[in-house]
Structures are given as structure tokens and as C-alpha cells.
């Protein structure tokens, strides 16, 4: 593996730390790295005052510990000079003296003046703030999940965006989890700054005194005077450090340097300036302090603030003309026609009733549920549905909406706002006072409730949906109904690269050797026509790799498929622990049936006599109302080669009929027939 030059300086730079810490070291070479941990306490300042954002400095947690170390490092070896020495190097030597101008009383005091700046202000604040912000980022990011979902559902971002903002609420979440515990960093460095420069004191007078004679005046003045260096050394880059904490830990705005934030937020309003300078020349020309000064800088700020005035109304002018200008220009732009042909996949139109049902200010959960339905139908089908657009529609009742499907609509409803639908399963006797109406997912008859209303409809056993249900639920079967019209050839691109992944060989043999992308797209869109999952992809394209070479008709491939698919079509439409009730097909019927198949280059197509299928349609419904009316679900059984034809047959007829072919069914499946479609 390749060793960065980074990598080097990086552990050169802790190897340093710890050796100072162990090596005495010379005091030239002291000098050199507190002038070296000064310039590097400035790059941190600078790059936090310039940073744009807090995740530009995201590694600040991890070189805030370096530095720390390194600082500490520093005051180890510096206290080791002091008391062995008497001297720790000129850097720390004329901070001492030229600091406090040679006056170890002004040292001293404006040394504790530095710690107190340091510890009670500067790191007591980005150590509160810190903590805080890491609270609210964290109770925050389930808001802003849902929010992404919402815009992602919305069609207002795409999932590369998404997954862009996800990656960066997380990496906000940890930046703040570490500045919070960071910050302790910077407040036990303060203290450990504080203690060594009392230890550094008492230590160094008790070492002069006994080792090397001086007196107690001379001790008290030399090793002073090198604390307070030592201390000012430290300090003021830890102040820096400290700042820098403070900065990052402040920044609220996202896409702004702290400079452009302040001088925009301060000097952006000329009033404001006007009133400030107005104030301080008053106090110029009324009271006894320095007129030049004080009123001078009053008609400074005055006619600053007449300067700005007018660059901002050259501003504001310019913006009209620039917007007017691009207004006309967009449309002129021929594109802007060809961006009026997109059609939306999916689209659910409301009237402004349903807005509040809609809206998560106001408490609505539509957006939420809408995002469920796609994770939904992915988990029990298999396909991605596309994203769902949602948009009010004042043409529309207040409380009506619809469903559009690529621009067409597809199914519409109306709910009764603050109402909920209660539906009798079919036990409940006795009836409760409402509106009657249907429901618009199933036609099942029902009745608008209110509130006051719904705790005893539950407790006599009626189902009770909400209207942002009854909208999602509505929305589902009309999916549903319309995924093989939405699975486009991007789709099944897309899945075929998703089972490349784990099974590349399997792909390679099958697309585009035995099959197209679009040939493949034909048998998904068959399987979802008739409610099977295509989420076992691997065994569908094992199936298809199987038969492929010999015949490529989509019909027949998606015959062989369902036959390698029967445990799943099995578990689907038939219960395992009870006997299943159904309808099968006569032989002479499917005879029949067979007999009017026509072969052409583009397929197969069904020519059966009008007379045979009207006398099939009027048995078919005879004995699917047989099963309805025992609360079974309508389904026939036919031999394998004639269920694609007989299922073409009734789809307009019938379009809720379950046709399954004997080779669909498992081993163990308890089938019970109790009619049979006839025409004899």
C-alpha cells in the first residue's frame, strides 16, 4: 500500500508530541515549536472564520485533540527547562518580559486576565453551545429523514439528492456528537494550563532557593518571569484554539463564510446606521466627550449608511431588469414547450379541502404514507414504483382528489374532512346513523361517521379507516392494478444490474445473448399484470436462461416462469391449512379454446365464435357468484397450455378473475371444485 506524504507528516507530528514529553530538548528547539504550535493554532482560526459551513472542518474533533497534545507536550518539556535550567528559550522569555513591560505584577495580572478570558468566557460558551447543538441535531434528524422522504416523494429532488442530504444529516449528527465531547479538550486544557503555571511557580522558587542559591527575591523574579511566558505561550494559542471552537460550534448559516454573515447582517440596513450615527453625534455635540471623536464617527456612519442606501437601490433596479429580462428570455427559450410534454408516472391531484391532509405544518401524514406505499409495493412485488407526485387542484371539489397514471385518469374519490368511513365486515347487526356512501378502493358499501361517532362503531365491530388511509389504500390498488404500464425498459435495467452484483454470470449468459432488455421487460410486465412478485429475480432469470435458447416468446416464457414460481403463486391465492374452493374449465371448453389459437409473426392471438364466448361468459359468472357468495376468492383452474388464452379471454370481462394452471400449484395444496365452466 502507497504511504501519502500526509500519512508521514501526520505521525511525524505525534511522534514528536510524545518524545517532547520524555526528551529533554534543547532551547532552541523549544523555540521552534511553540512558534510552530502558534502558526498552527492561526491555520485552525482562519480555516473556521472562513469556513463556509461546519462540515467543512468536519476532522475539527480529532485535530483538536492533536494540538492539545502537542500543546501539552510543549508545556511538559518548557516546565523541565524552567526547573532544571532557570531557562526555557527566548521565545518564552520575552513574552514574559515584554508582555508585562518588566513588571512581574502587570504579568501576573494580565496573565490570570488571559485564563480568565480563556476558561469562563470563550470555552464555557462553545463548551454550552456544543452540547446543545449536538441535542437539537440529534432530536432533529427524524424530522429532516421525513422531510427528505416528503421532497423525494414529491418529485422535488431526485435519490441521488437524497441520499446526498441523508449523508450529510448523519455526518452533521456525528460532527456535533464529537464537538460536544471535543470541547472537553479545550476546557481541560485551560485547567491543566492554570495548574502548571502554580506548580511551575512554587516548583521553580523552591528549586532556585535550594539548588541554585538564590535568594528568595531573585528566585521569586527569574522563575516568575518564566511562568508567566510559559503561560502566555500556552495560552494564547489556546485562546485561539478555543475561538476557533466557538466559531464552528456558532455557525448557523449553511452556504455563507462568517464574514459575508456579519457584514451582511450588520451594514445590510441603512436606518439602522442612520439611527446609530445620529445617536453618537448628539453625544459629540451635548456632552462633554470628544466631539471629533465621538461626532466625527457618527457622520462616518452616516455617510456610510447614505452610500449603501443608494448601492442598494442601483441593486434593486438592476435585479427588476436582469428578471425581466431572463423572464423574457425563458420564454422565448423553445425548450420551455418541449418541458411541457413530461407526464408524471404517477400523480395524485386534491382538491383544498385535503391540503391540511397533505401538509406536515398542519399535522397532515399523506406525504408520510405515500413514501410507505413505494417501500410497500417494493417489499411485496418486487419493482420500484416511480415517484408520486402530489399537487392541489383548485379545479377539483374541496374534497375530492384523483389519481392520474402517465397523465390519464385512472380512479377518483371523495372524502368528508374531520369524518372517518366505517365499513360493516358483514357480522355486525346492528346499524349506525351516517352518510351512506362507497368506498372507493374496493366498492364496498359504507357510511361516513364522526368522531363523536367512532369509538362505538369499533366497539360494534366496524372497521373505521381515517381519510388519509382511505386515500393511501386507494392509491395502492390503483398502483397495483397499473404497475406492468409503469415498469418501463430504465426500470429493468436497473434490477438487471441489481442481481449483476451477486450473480454475474447469470446475467452475462442471459442479456443480451438470449434475450433483450425488452423481451425481459414483456414477462415482468405479464407476472405484475396478474399480481405475482418478480422479487425472486434470480430464479425468474434462471428459468428464462433455461428455456430462452429454444423458444423467445414472452407469452411462453412467462408460462415457464409461473410454473418454476408456483410455491409463490401457491402461498398468494391458496391457503395451506384449509381446503381451497374453486372453479376448473371444461376439457371440451379448453378444446375449444385451443382450436381458435392463431399463429402470426407477431404472436398469437384468440379467434373463438362470439356465440362460445358469450355462452362462457354467462357460466363463468354463474359460478364465480357461486364463490363470491361463499367469501371465497373467484378462482378457476386450467390445464397449463390453455391458462394464457383463457386468462386473455375474461381480463375484460373479468378483470379480477385468478386463472392458475395445474402446474402452478403446490404438492400439498387441498383444492376442492365445486363448479365447472361448460357450455355443453
Known amino acids: 500500500m502507497k504511504i501519502k506524504a500526509g500519512d508521514i507528516i501526520l505521525g511525524i507530528f505525534i511522534i514528536i508530541a510524545i518524545i517532547v514529553m520524555i526528551l529533554p530538548l534543547p532551547t532552541v528547539l523549544l523555540d521552534i515549536f511553540i512558534t510552530l504550535n502558534l502558526a498552527v493554532a492561526l491555520i485552525i482560526l482562519f480555516n473556521a472564520l472562513f469556513a463556509k459551513e461546519a462540515l467543512s472542518m468536519s476532522s475539527f474533533p480529532t485535530i483538536l485533540l492533536f494540538i492539545t497534545v502537542y500543546r501539552l507536550a510543549l508545556n511538559v518539556s518548557s516546565t523541565r527547562l524552567i526547573l532544571t535550567q532557570g531557562n526555557a528559550g527566548d521565545v518564552i522569555q520575552v513574552f514574559g518580559s515584554f508582555v508585562g513591560g518588566g513588571n512581574i505584577i502587570v504579568g501576573i495580572i494580565i496573565f490570570i486576565i488571559l485564563i480568565i478570558i480563556n476558561f469562563l468566557v470563550i470555552t464555557k460558551g462553545s463548551e454550552r453551545v456544543a452540547e446543545v447543538s449536538a441535542r437539537f441535531t440529534l432530536d432533529a434528524m427524524p424530522g429532516k429523514q421525513m422531510a ?36 472537553k479538550f479545550v476546557k481541560g486544557d485551560a485547567i491543566a494550563g492554570l495548574i502548571i503555571t502554580f506548580i511551575n511557580i512554587a516548583g521553580g522558587i523552591v528549586t532556585g532557593i535550594i539548588t541554585q542559591g538564590y535568594s528568595m527575591t531573585e528566585a521569586l523574579n527569574i522563575y516568575t518571569l518564566l511562568t508567566i511566558g510559559d503561560g502566555l505561550v500556552s495560552q494564547i494559542p489556546a485562546i485561539l484554539i478555543s475561538l476557533a471552537t466557538g466559531i464552528l460550534v456558532t455557525k448557523v448559516s449553511k452556504e455563507a463564510e462568517v464574514s459575508d454573515e456579519l457584514l451582511g447582517q450588520l451594514f445590510s440596513l441603512p436606518k439602522v446606521l442612520y439611527l446609530a450615527g445620529g445617536v453618537l453625534i448628539f453625544l459629540g455635540a451635548f456632552s462633554p466627550l470628544d466631539f471629533f471623536i465621538v461626532s466625527g464617527t457618527g457622520i462616518l456612519m452616516v455617510v456610510a449608511a447614505s452610500r449603501i442606501n443608494r448601492q442598494l437601490k442601483l441593486q434593486s433596479v438592476e435585479e427588476e431588469i436582469a428578471t425581466e429580462d431572463f423572464e423574457a428570455e425563458e420564454i422565448r427559450r423553445p425548450e420551455n414547450v418541449v418541458s411541457l410534454l413530461h407526464v408524471d408516472p404517477i400523480e395524485l391531484e386534491f382538491g383544498y379541502g385535503i391540503i391540511p391532509l397533505a401538509d406536515v405544518n398542519q399535522g397532515g401524514d399523506l406525504l408520510d404514507r405515500v413514501v410507505m406505499i413505494r417501500r410497500q409495493i417494493a417489499l411485496e412485488l418486487g419493482t420500484v414504483v416511480p415517484i408520486i407526485r402530489l399537487r392541489d387542484n383548485i379545479q377539483l371539489n374541496p374534497n375530492q382528489y384523483l ?57 360494534l365491530g366496524y372497521t373505521v379507516v381515517d381519510p388519509p388511509s382511505i386515500i393511501a389504500t386507494h392509491l395502492t390498488e390503483v398502483i397495483k392494478r397499473h404497475l406492468d404500464d409503469l415498469l418501463t425498459r430504465q426500470d429493468v435495467q436497473v434490477l438487471i444490474n441489481n442481481v449483476k452484483e451477486e450473480h454475474p454470470t447469470l446475467v452475462e449468459e442471459l442479456v443480451p445473448k438470449l434475450l433483450s432488455v425488452g423481451e425481459i421487460q414483456k414477462v415482468l410486465m405479464a407476472l405484475l399484470k396478474e399480481g405475482i412478485s418478480i422479487k425472486d429475480l434470480v430464479s425468474i432469470f434462471e428459468t428464462l436462461a433455461d428455456h430462452a435458447a429454444t423458444n423467445r416468446d414472452p407469452d411462453i416464457l412467462t408460462e415457464y416462469v409461473r410454473q418454476d414460481l408456483k410455491r409463490a403463486i401457491s402461498s398468494k391465492f391458496l391457503k395451506t391449512n384449509e381446503t381451497n374452493t374453486v372453479v376448473t374449465l371444461d376439457p371440451a371448453v379448453e378444446q375449444k379454446i385451443m382450436e381458435s389459437v392463431k399463429q402470426t409473426e407477431q404472436g398469437t392471438y384468440l379467434s373463438l365464435d362470439p356465440e362460445v364466448t358469450r355462452k362462457i361468459y354467462d357460466v363463468l ?16 383452474l386450467t390445464s397449463p397450455i390453455v391458462r394464457l388464452y383463457f386468462k386473455r379471454l375474461t381480463e375484460e370481462h373479468m378483470p379480477d378473475l385468478i386463472v392458475l394452471s395445474y402446474s402452478e400449484l403446490e404438492s400439498n395444496a387441498e383444492i376442492q371444485s365445486i363448479g365447472m365452466v361448460s357450455i355443453n
Open 403 to 459: 389519481i392520474k397514471i402517465k397523465g390519464y385518469e385512472a380512479a377518483e374519490g371523495e372524502i368528508l374532512f374531520d369524518h372517518y368511513l366505517a365499513m360493516n365486515p358483514g357480522f355486525v347487526e346492528e346499524e349506525m346513523d351516517g352518510i351512506e356512501t362507497i368506498e372507493p378502493a374496493f366498492k364496498l358499501p359504507a357510511i361516513w361517521i364522526t368522531e363523536s361517532q367512532r369509538e362505538k362503531a369499533e366497539t
Open 148 to 183: 427528505i422522504d416528503a421532497d423525494l416523494n414529491s418529485g422535488l429532488i431526485n435519490e441521488q439528492d437524497a441520499r446526498m442530504r441523508r449523508e450529510k444529516i448523519q455526518n452533521e449528527a456525528s460532527f456535533y456528537g464529537a464537538m460536544d465531547g471535543a470541547s
Open 621 to 636: 359468472d354463474k359460478e364465480m357468484n357461486k364463490l363470491v357468495s361463499l367469501g371465497k376468492s373467484p378462482i378457476i
